[in-house]
């Protein structure tokens, strides 16, 4: 797959310019149907992303954002994402839907999710791991064979299981967003750029890619 790259100075700027983007997008989107459905990986990079976002006229009343992946751990937990998406959007009308990892039977939780999910994500945000993993596609997971279901669950990655958007999902976005901060994700980086199909980042298929880069990553 063919990805636009654009570089940033400092995780700053690539978190403003990435509010940006999405703002417009969002407002386009809403525009042509209506809406915009909007999935965000966990991490600390959109954090920033959503606080630039206070700066733009986002169209928060007609989003729908999602999660691409989720830790199982409890409702609670720090390392929970969907805590901090919604300390990040505390003050805004987008509607969240939560991946339900506290369900004892996860893969119908996974199931029901995947019900949930329109049949063509707007946009969907993903970060880069320095071993080459986005969402939770981890390396050496059977979750990376997955191509019968949208989401699925992993097993034990760092400390956790957990859920995630699969390929197929992915690949049935319309667009890309890739935010990428710091010198270890500079192998990774590469290798993406690079087509390696042995990363699992860089198995990932969409007709649209942009990749946005803090400079010491790239």
Known sequence: MKHELREFADDGSLARAAAAYVSDVANRCVER???????????????????????????????????????????????RNLTQLRQSLADVPARIEPMDVEDADLDAAAARYAQLLPARLDLVH?????????????????????????????????GHRRMTLTYPALA????????????????????????????????????????????AAV
Do not use: C
């Open 33 to 79: 149907q209506g809406g915009f459905a909007f999935a965000v990986s966990g991490g600390r990079t959109p954090w920033a992303m959503f606080a630039a976002l206070s700066e733009h006229a986002m169209p928060w009343a007609a989003t729908v954002i999602f999660q691409v992946d989720e830790r199982v751990v409890a409702v609670d937990d720090p390392e």
């Open 126 to 158: 993903l970060g880069l791991g320095a071993d080459g993993h986005t969402a939770s596609l981890v390396p050496g997971d059977a979750v990376l064979d997955v191509s019968d279901r949208r989401v699925a669950v992993t097993g034990v990655y760092e």
């Open 172 to 215: 049935a976005a319309d667009q890309l967003l890739w935010l990428v901060g710091g010198a270890n994700k500079r192998e990774a980086l590469a290798g993406l750029l690079a087509g390696d199909t042995t990363l699992p980042a860089g198995r990932v298929e969409a007709p649209r890619s942009l990749i946005m880069a803090e400079r």
